[in-house]
């Protein structure tokens, strides 16, 4: 079984609410640097144990990644960002 700094998990959101995640055998390191180049493509192919699953990119509305890929720089990243939660957007402005 791969370690864990040999994998990289990640994560689709689809356009119709579903998700699905994938443990790839490939170090954070290398998915970094082929990163930009999958989510141009129109369809990537996934294949597992038991099935091929193939992924429609053009129905994927969010991608994640575990470990994070704090590598990539550039226009449009933004690094040191926080994620929000429902109850932190609705507790602004509340506890005086």
Not at 14 to 28: H, I, K, M, Q, R
Not at 41 to 66: G, I, N, Y
Request: proline share 8%; glycine share 6%; with cysteine.
């Amino acid at each position: 079984m791969p370690s864990q700094q040999d994998t990289t998990q990640v994560t689709f959101y689809y356009d119709n609410g579903e998700s699905e995640a994938f443990n790839l055998p490939v170090p954070p390191a290398e998915f970094k640097k082929q990163v930009n180049l999958l989510l141009e493509r129109p369809w990537l192919t996934f294949h597992l144990f038991d099935q091929t699953v193939f992924v429609c990119m053009a129905r994927v509305v969010k991608v994640e990644a575990s470990p994070p890929l704090s590598e990539i720089v550039g226009v449009g990243v933004f690094p040191k960002a926080d994620r929000v939660t429902a109850m932190q957007r609705g507790a602004t402005g509340r506890f005086v």
